[in-house]
């Protein structure tokens, strides 16, 4: 089986190295990777990814990305397998790189804040901050930031965000239904009722979407009065 490995390897190798060739010819006169170029460096990549060879998919996916360094397929899929390998250090920079090279873009900044969340680095309040200040009024983006922050479990940091849209940008169901599939998967179930409360006063078309969900929470019986609120 190992020597099946290693003879795929060799095959995509050489495969890898023609593209690359190309690739450098293409650098010479000052030309991007074409699209039918970059379609089959990812297919060999997913192909060795099936096979288990992460570190030759690796490789491909970083020839793309250095290629082309704003490529997000490219750079989630580094991202994953350098995660799962638990190669922090070099996940991190990959992360900075990625980020740096397109400053303007919140989504790559997103994308460093959870790398450092992922790695314990306290930079991630910082880089937070930053989103927050400059994307208060987008909820789309504050939504995608709250949904790292509660994922690493820092709710007291996510609470003071959904504090603020609601008391100061005058929008009080904000995140609501989300806190309370959150609560749930926490086991604090009264939390939870209070946040489908908030969201049903704001949004009354979904009563039926809102019971159900309260009806499905464990121990319903003891926690009945608060569902009468509605």
Known sequence: MKMNKKIIYILILCNFLISNQAISTSK???????????????????????????????????????DDPVNKIAFNKIKIILKNKNEIVLLKKLAESYSEKQSGNVTAKINLLEVYLWSEDERWIQVANEIVNKNINNDFIIKMLLNKILAANFEDYGLQIIELKRQKKGKEAFYSFEMGNYYISRIDYENSIRQFLIFLEKNPKKYNKIIEKIIAIPDYDEIQNNIKKI
Do not use: M, P, V
């Open 28 to 66: 010479k006169n000052i030309q991007k990777i074409d699209k039918k170029q970059y379609t089959e460096l990812f297919k060999q990549a997913r192909s060795l990814e099936r096979s288990g060879l992460f570190d030759e998919a690796e490789i491909i996916y970083k020839t793309i990305l250095a």
